[in-house]
């Protein structure tokens, strides 16, 4: 119920600067930092991901609701297929990104001397979107309106 009274930017922010402290835990693991404080590569590597992949569903949902508000009826099977083949577009272009630059960073098997700023690097890149969420609250301002006919003017959807 909280989270369908909060604005679809709003979620997406909150849930992309909840990511970060994560993401960035995987400097103690490149660092060996964890294992000073005894938690083992394995652990400490699972852990992360898990949190990781809890916040990337849970941002994932406000795309999906706002696609549902703003999908004609009779299309629904069409916009969901879309938007997962962008998904998974956007998915392969972010490693092949991601590959460019650790091949700039020389980072290789037996190199890691610049591995930590690669996650640097990799973990700021989730902030490239902030910039463009309030596009989000136009178009979802919008989606809540529907004409009525011609010449008449919008009213506030229900649904």
Known sequence: RFLKEQRISDVLLWTCLASLPPAFLQLALVTHANRAVGIPDTLFALGDDVVLTV????????????????????????????????????????????????????????????????????NLSSLLPVPFLGLLDEVS???????????????????
């Open 141 to 159: 301002d919008a989606s809540l309106m529907e004409p009525e006919g011609e010449g008449e003017e919008p009213r506030e959807r229900t649904s």
């Open 55 to 122: 916040l990337g569903q849970v941002a994932f949902m406000p795309t999906l609701v706002l696609a549902a508000k703003l999908c004609p009826p009779g299309v629904e099977g069409t916009l969901f297929a879309l938007l997962m083949s962008s998904y998974n577009a956007a998915g392969i272009l972010g490693s092949e990104i991601g590959a460019g630059i650790t091949k700039a960073l020389h980072v290789t098997e037996s190199n890691f001397d610049n591995l930590g700023l690669l996650v640097v690097i990799c």
